[in-house]
């Protein structure tokens, strides 16, 4: 038995285990300067966090239906499709946590 993680919101993968809460703290912090040192040996930048800027394309209809479901909603486009989005994404991770991984 043994905790683990993973660094989210960078798009490298970056894990780390251990046998108890503590040494997770540590093994966090030990892969996180593993990481770097990686990036900085390879001469790599180290990959940063999602900008917030996402591209979209869809057909006119649904850019319609967009426009109306916001509209209805008092809400641009934009931050309505960025609300729905971030609902429908803490849902499918939320659904996701209770699973068990096997390594």
């Known amino acids: 038995m043994v905790f683990h993680g993973?660094?989210?919101g960078i798009p490298d993968i970056v894990?780390?285990?251990a046998e108890n809460a503590e040494d997770l703290v540590k093994a966090f912090h030990e892969s996180v300067d593993d990481y770097l040192a990686f990036c900085n040996e390879r001469g790599l930048a180290p990959r940063k966090p999602y900008s917030g800027k996402?591209?979209?394309r869809t057909t006119p209809e649904i850019h319609a239906l967009l426009g109306r479901a916001a509209a209805s909603d008092g809400?641009?486009?934009n931050q309505w499709v960025s609300?729905?989005?971030a609902e429908a994404a803490k849902r499918r991770i939320d659904a996701a946590s209770t699973k068990v991984?096997?390594?």
């Open 101 to 103: 991984h096997a390594a």
């Open 54 to 56: 996402l591209a979209l």
């Open 15 to 17: 894990t780390f285990e």
């Open 6 to 8: 993973r660094i989210i």
């Open 75 to 77: 809400k641009s486009i």
């Open 83 to 85: 609300d729905t989005l």
